[in-house]
């Protein structure tokens, strides 16, 4: 897979997607993209859906040097897959020492409210790796992916690859920052639920509030308390960074709890809440902690203001 010259790129990132149709044509096109890292003495994690890993491990073997996740239960929040999935295996690894990670965020099964945050996920990674010795292998069932997930694919990777032919491509559809752009639109419109205000005094009572109501809608513990760790970080940004005030909302619907706070701040860097922080940094860690807790986070920022909305299952 000499996806670095069909790029036509010196940037030493490489993001294909890897089409398959079938379980021979899924196994064709990733078990040699392992046994090439293998055979070059470069780092692999596999994170894939549960029955595709099921699938790789039987194939490959307890390969002691392979780091296999569960991308359902590692990536089931798609804000978490950066820093939680591909840049903790990645900055773990020797400097000047090319990773090989093989990542399916995409699967049939996925909602239409979850599909927005894997798009948009898919397209920040090329971001987050700009300029580093990095390959992440993006598989996708096309035979039963959403045909508009399968043409996502072509903007948000570089280049595409056939698993069945072994053809690969460069994407004259490929376009990132654009995908980013349309993801970062208003929220959908939600069920009618009482808009909380908060300012620096009563955020201990936001906790509280959210809590509380959590569990009368069914939420158990330890998943209150990282409801309430949610709330707390991001009515927090709101007081710090959002203009000193903001609007907290609670409510359930689809076998979820969900809490939205809005203010009147404004992200501008894209990879808020999915950037590891250095070690020495202090502070900056809130929205990535919501990232990290939540099963489901949302955003929408703009001049006019940011809303975060995340998911806790119930």
């Known amino acids: 897979m000499n996806t670095a010259a069909v790029a036509g790129t010196t940037d030493p990132f490489v993001h294909p997607a890897l089409f398959y149709r079938d379980e021979r044509e899924y196994l064709a096109g990733v078990v040699p993209f392992v046994h090439k890292a293998l055979a070059d003495g470069e780092p692999v994690a596999v994170a894939v859906p549960t029955e595709n890993l099921r699938?790789?491990?039987?194939?490959?073997?307890?390969?002691?040097a392979v780091r296999f996740l569960d991308m359902r239960e590692a990536g089931r929040?798609?804000?978490?897959?950066?820093p939680g999935v591909l840049r903790a295996f990645a900055d773990a690894q020797p400097p000047d020492t090319r990773v090989r990670i093989v990542g399916e965020p995409v699967w049939a099964g996925r909602s239409a409210v979850e599909y927005p945050a894997c798009l948009q996920h898919e397209a920040l990674i090329n971001t987050a790796f700009r300029g580093r010795a990095v390959t992440v292998l993006c598989p996708y069932d096309t035979g039963r992916l959403d045909p508009q997930a399968v043409a996502d694919a072509y903007a948000t990777h570089p280049v595409v690859?056939?698993?069945g032919s072994g053809r690969e491509e460069r994407s004259g559809r490929y376009d990132a920052e654009g995908v980013h752009a349309r993801c970062n639109a208003p929220l959908p419109p939600t069920p009618d639920a009482a808009a909380h205000a908060?300012?620096?005094?009563?955020?201990?009572?936001?906790?509280?509030f959210a809590s509380?109501?959590?569990?009368?809608?069914?939420?158990v513990r330890p998943r209150i308390d990282d409801l309430a760790l949610a709330v707390a970080e991001l009515t927090t940004n709101s007081v710090v960074h959002g203009g000193g005030s903001g609007r907290l909302r609670v409510w359930a619907e689809d076998g979820y709890v969900v809490c939205e706070v809005r203010d009147r701040g404004h992200l501008t860097d894209?990879?808020?809440?999915r950037r590891p922080p250095a070690r020495d940094q202090l502070g900056g860690r809130g929205l990535l902690m919501v990232n990290l807790v939540a099963d489901l986070?949302?955003?929408h920022t703009g001049p006019d203001g940011t809303t975060v909305r995340c998911w806790f299952a119930l």
């Open 161 to 163: 690859v056939d698993a």
């Open 198 to 208: 908060f300012v620096a005094d009563v955020l201990g009572d936001m906790r509280h």
């Open 77 to 82: 929040n798609p804000g978490r897959i950066i």
């Open 212 to 219: 509380d109501a959590a569990e009368r809608f069914g939420l």
């Open 270 to 273: 894209p990879l808020a809440g």
């Open 297 to 299: 986070v949302r955003l």
């Open 55 to 64: 699938l790789l491990k039987a194939e490959i073997g307890a390969e002691k």
